[in-house]
Each structure stands twice: as C-alpha cells, then as structure tokens.
C-alpha cells in the first residue's frame, strides 16, 4: 500500500565512515519527517521538511543532517558514524488531506 | 506543546482476551487522532482514525472514539489475536495547520499468548 521506501533495511558500518540513508516516497507528499526509534520503540523525530529546500531540526538533537533537492528525496547524511547512532530510523510521508502519515519500512543501523 | 501519553506497556495477553490500550493527549486546538501499529521488523503502519469528537475509527476489529470530554482516544479489541502481537502508537496532527507535526506516543508493546 504505501509508496515511500528506505534503503538499505539493514547496514553495519565502522565507526568514522560516512553514511546516507536514502529515502524516497512516488506521492507528490511535501512534508517529510526522519524519526530515530529507540529501543524501548519511542520515535523521537529528528528531521523535518516542509518540502523542496526546506529542512528542520526535530526534537531530538541528532548529528545527522538532511536535504531536500527534489519532492521525493529526502536522505539522511552521517558524516563521520559512531557507535552511539545505532538505531532504527524511520522515514514518514504525510497526505496533505487528512494528515494520514505514511511510514517506510525502515533501516536499522549497526556502528561498530 | 502538544502531547499524547500512552499506557505503559508491555501488555501480554491470552488469545481471545478482551484489549484496551489508553490514550490521552493535550492539544490547543482540534487534532485528528490516530492509531499506528508497527509489526517486528516493520514500519509503521495506520490502524484507524477519527478526525472530529465522537467520531469512531474501526479497522481489523479494533475500535477507539474520539472522546472529546476526556482528550481520550483509547484502543479496544473484543478478542486479540496471536498475528495482534505488535507496538501501538497513538498520534495527533492539528487539523487545518498543515505546518504542525505529528505527535505521538511512546508506543506500547502487546504480546498475545496462544
């Protein structure tokens, strides 16, 4: 049903490297979020767009950072991985009637 | 700000059991409510909505009213499933304010025995 997808599901990088998690959604949706999962399942939103070239911090703190070129991109950047970002992160779309969200299936990354 | 406060979890529960999972939030204006359920290994997922007070959402088997009164959106299921095991989340959006944010709950984990 849903037309937003991340890649990759799974990854497990050494600490240091840079990293971009992608995700892109086929329903012309403007708002985007990034949401980092903790392991008790909480979703803390850590990005934010309102669409083209508009990005937002969330409410957690993240050293992440994002971009918004084109309406159906809006990847996830890493700079330099540590430990402390292994998690899952959540990619959501958001319907402009109804204000349903539409979640991908996630990425959950391992630093090691 | 706005909020919404889940029951805290886990919840485990014999199939055929009757569920409830409370939901209550604070918002300044007239949210939408929803219900999300996240599978293992999955994203999240809508489970039903309501979008004005008095309003039933209903998917699955699963039922909650939007109870304006009491800021109450609380999840029900007559008889739970094994195949029910998963997180639930509450959320609202403010209607009519395309600028707010979802806002959701922490997530509550049910397990379903057999």
Known sequence: EADI??????????????????????MGHDKMYWYQQDPG??????HYSYG???????????ESTVSRIRT?????????A?????????????????GRAFFGQGTRLTVV | ???????????????????????????????SLFWYVQYPGEGLQLLLKATKADDKGSNKGFEATYRKE???????????????????????????????????GPGTRLSVLP
């Open chain 2, 1 to 31: 700000g706005d909020s919404v406060t889940q029951m805290e979890g886990p919840v485990t529960l014999s199939e055929e059991a009757f569920l409830t999972i409370n939901c209550t939030y604070t918002a300044t204006g007239y949210p």
């Open chain 1, 41 to 46: 399942m909480e979703l803390h939103l850590i």
């Open chain 1, 82 to 98: 540590r430990p402390s970002h292994t998690s899952q992160y959540l990619c959501a779309s958001v319907s402009p009637t109804g």
């Open chain 2, 70 to 104: 009491t800021t109450s959106f609380h999840l029900e299921k007559g008889s739970v499933q094994v195949s029910d095991s998963a997180v639930y989340f509450c959320a609202l959006i403010e209607r009519d304010n395309y600028g707010q944010n979802f806002v959701f």
């Open chain 1, 52 to 62: 083209v070239n508009s990005t937002e911090k969330g409410d957690l703190s993240s």
């Open chain 1, 72 to 80: 159906e991109h809006f990847p996830l950047t890493l700079e330099s």
């Open chain 1, 5 to 26: 997808y991340q890649t990759p599901r799974y990854l497990v990088i050494g600490t240091g490297k840079k990293i971009t998690l992608e995700c892109s959604q086929t």
